[in-house]
């Protein structure tokens, strides 16, 4: 039996800063105790929700307010229709050195929320 637990995130308004983080797994912590170890996160979901006029949304996955070329992973630029949602589902590693990146070409129209797994590396 996996030792992973569910989680859940969001729900986040998507602003128009393309570098926001969104979403990054603890990282290990030291101590006299011995520590914890630096965790991870399968991504299964994501729902972005528009309550407003058409707004498009784009994610990345890397460094810290990164969103370089070639990091793209869901959306660039992808559209969502007025009072309508957008799901992606699959399987995303993200581990504690990641982060999930994004924002929307509009401030606020779209929130995004998210579910998956979490566990530890090490």
Do not use: C
């Not at 991870?40 to 006029?53: C, F, K, P, W």
């Not at 799901?87 to 590693?93: A, E, K």
Request: aromatic fraction near 8%; proline fraction near 2%.
């Amino acid at each position: 039996m996996a030792s992973n637990k569910v989680f859940r995130f969001g729900p986040i308004d998507l602003t128009t800063t393309l570098t926001t983080n969104l979403l990054n797994p603890p990282t290990a912590t030291g101590g006299t105790n011995g520590g914890s170890s630096a965790q991870y996160i399968i991504l299964r979901h994501i729902r972005i929700v528009n309550r407003g006029a058409a707004a498009t949304f784009s994610l990345w996955l890397g460094l810290t307010g990164g969103n370089a070329a070639g990091t793209q992973v869901i959306g660039q630029g992808l559209s969502i229709a007025a009072n309508s949602f957008a799901d992606w589902y699959g399987v995303l590693r993200i581990d504690s050195a990641d982060f999930l990146v994004g924002g929307s070409n509009t401030a606020t129209a779209l929130t995004i929320t998210g579910e998956g797994e979490i566990g530890v590396s090490g």
